[in-house]
């Protein structure tokens, strides 16, 4: 009994000066960061009430603080930066790789690709996958971006998507057409997932998350998605080792277009070629970053567009 008490007292010292580290690390590092007054432990939750409004929300508070606020939610510490020159200076640092702990929400998706690595695998692959992207290469791929327009919201979504899916895997999912298809409700259940994951301020704890439908939903979704570039994939591997490999030449003339895939496939990373596991690892990312971000572009551009021609008509040097 006694032994339990004295493991049990050694477990609360050990919680307590970790507490007590934790603290002294804050207040050196974060203390002479301006913060709004906030709740005693829970700290800035009243912030989280409103998912739909948070972004809004956090850039009005920031402002109200000259660009550069701290806030917390029980131990978890965010800073939220405005003032664009505070922005570059953090950006433009190479001594800050490491992501922040929202990353991880990705990596059952995206596992350690490009966007999720850690600093020393980043800078590997960061090399490897820099050339794939010259601009004799990116050349062969503009009149795709045009084949593939539409002009609503939930269209460019599809169609970014279709963009993606034909650049980054030289497969056609036709997700304009069949927007019902498996894969692409998969991925659209994955980013809607992740959003919500990030803006709530309890699904963001693993052991809350497990519990919901969503990490249900997550499994199921994770299932098709890996399903299908893992298929990809593989076919692409064989019918590359049926028809003899070939070297890619980034200054080629060739109109011969060829997938990130088909690169990823001739790349090697420490002098091996890459494992099927770290090839759907990259091409993931590349889905993901390349039809979400580039669809809320042209998304938020329409929107300008059809403002400005509301505004003005046709009469407007800036639609014209
Ligand atoms: C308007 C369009 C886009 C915007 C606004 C955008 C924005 C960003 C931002 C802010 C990051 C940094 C994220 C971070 O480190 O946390 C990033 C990284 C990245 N983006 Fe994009 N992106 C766009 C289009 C694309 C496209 C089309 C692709 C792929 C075809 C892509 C692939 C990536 C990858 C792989 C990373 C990780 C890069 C690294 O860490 O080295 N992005 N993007």
Redesign the pocket.
Known sequence: MSLVIFVIALILIFICYEYYRFVRHVKKHLDHIPAPPALPFMGHIMYFANPKEILKDLVTMAQNFDGFVKIHFFQIYSLIITDPEKIEKILGTTRMLN?SSE?SHFNRWLGTG??TSEPAK?RKS?KMLTPTFHFQILEKYIDLTGRNSTFTHPDVTLCTLDV?CE??MGTSVNAQKHSNSEYVKSVQIMNEIIRTRLFSPFKRFNCIYYLTGDYRAEKRALKTIHGYTTSVIEKRKKELEENGNYIIDCNSNSKKRLAFLDLLLQCELDEKPLTNEQIREEVD??MF??HD??AS?MAFSLYCLAREFTRTGFSSKGIE
């Open positions: 992501k990353y490009l966007l980043w960061r993606i650049t980054a990312t590349f970053e390349g971000t580039t572009a």
